[in-house]
């Protein structure tokens, strides 16, 4: 088990083993955080999520995603290093709705990507997944901040491409704020379309992780409780994936 892995981190990994997601509330997943760095910088890490771009390649024509991007190479035991900024690239096979082409978001902010939060949340990522599956010695960690605004006349889907996968192996979501929104309910299911269960990511640092080869994953539209006030959902979304496989994966479909 790598170094830092509580007994906490090691059941939530028997159960991604065994069912290929584990859902976290957050008071857990700030204890299984502890060993791996601090989150002293949270308010302002928070607060970066009020910089966010528009994301323009919206095929339903919404206005109602921002988002920014990093991607970092991790490799098991040394420096996780961030990259050049770069596209980020989805194939039609796991997003008919956006897939296909190379998607330029602007990138994740300098200090952002420095912050000691993420910088925690990357670690204790690559103890976990490099634990799942210790033949990868290398991961290719892409960093989203997201953030789904929702309007009385025009709910925020958090998943417009619907139940899906996203082409990785591992996938975390942690929630870094909810304000003003109802619904948002995160659905797991087996490929064969079947649910395997539900939950709704309510507080700061509850989170979701995915075996994204075994299991597809959704999020319900969000709607605003008050329509007179801002209305938004803010989540972290790291994607790891084996970075010799990644590499060696086509482009073109």
Known sequence: MPVGVSETSAALLRRVATEGYSFVRGPAMRDML?????????????????????????????????????????????????????????????????????????????????????????????????????????????????????????????????????GVDYVLVLLIDRCNIARGVTGIHALDGSPLGSFTLTDPLDAAIVDDRRVAHGVTPVEPIDPSHPAYRDVLVLTFADAVRWLGSPRTS
């Open 34 to 166: 502890t060993p791996f760095g601090t989150l002293a910088d949270w308010p302002a890490f928070r607060a970066s999520w009020n910089s966010l771009g528009l994301d323009r390649y919206m095929a339903d024509g919404g206005r109602y995603r921002r988002r920014r991007h990093a991607v970092y190479a991790v490799s098991r035991e040394g420096p996780i290093a961030r990259e050049a900024h770069q596209p980020h690239y989805q194939s039609l096979t796991y997003n008919p709705l956006h897939g296909g082409i190379e998607r330029w978001f602007e990138p994740v902010a300098d200090e952002t990507g420095r912050s000691v939060c993420l910088q925690t949340v990357l670690a204790f990522s690559r103890a976990c997944f490099s634990e799942l599956a210790p033949e990868t010695d290398t991961w290719r960690a892409e960093v989203h901040q997201f953030r789904i605004e929702a309007h009385d006349s025009a709910p925020g889907r958090p998943t417009p491409e619907g139940l899906h996968r996203d």
